[in-house]
């Protein structure tokens, strides 16, 4: 590799690591998705009455039961309907998702919420496979259902994330 190619790559890298640090909140060009769910009245199928972040989806034939949220008949967003599950959700003050820019530091909660109209969360999904987080805003609460807004949550990771370096040449892998 030149000089020059070398720089670039580690410009670039350098760049990337900052521009990772500093990048909390939504990012401005994810989607902000609008999701209704309808409050549980039974034992059935949850349908309308959950949601899966993971498959961004209500639909169970594609989720599978691996919910995230569920708006359940005690009038609560449960956050840990998975056995695995280690979600939770903490409120933010802001009145919109943009207004989110680093994770609260206290009042999570485990198990579930009261959904307040107006109302910010962020939500930290943890199955023990997948981890990843959304911030949700609450539009609308009513007895028979809850009206949210939500996008994908980019904020500090846990630990400093790192780029392999280039390879030297050719080589062969371990198995």
Not at 23 to 37: C, E, F, I, N, R
Not at 58 to 81: F, M, S
Not at 142 to 164: C, H, I, N, Q, Y
Request: with cysteine.
């Amino acid at each position: 590799m030149r000089n020059w190619q070398l720089l670039v790559v580690i410009a670039v890298g350098v760049l990337g690591l900052a521009a990772a640090r500093t990048a909390l909140g939504p990012d401005p060009q994810d989607p902000v998705s609008k999701l209704t769910l309808a409050r549980r009245t039974d034992n059935a199928a949850y349908g309308r009455s959950a949601y899966s972040f993971r498959y961004a989806t209500q639909d169970a034939a594609v989720h599978r039961n691996h919910i995230d949220l569920l708006y359940n008949g005690c009038g609560r967003l449960h956050v840990t309907a998975a056995p695995n599950s280690k979600n939770r959700i903490a409120k933010i003050a802001g009145k919109a998702l943009r207004d989110v820019a680093d994770l609260p530091t206290d009042g999570w909660q485990s198990q579930c919420i009261a959904p307040e109209k107006g109302a910010l969360y962020v939500l930290d999904l943890d199955d023990g496979e997948l981890r990843s987080r959304v911030t949700l805003l609450v539009t609308d609460v009513s007895d028979k259902e809850v009206k949210l807004e939500w996008t994908p949550f980019r904020g500090r990771p846990d630990g400093d994330a790192a780029t392999l370096g280039i390879c030297g040449g050719p080589h062969e892998c371990a198995p």
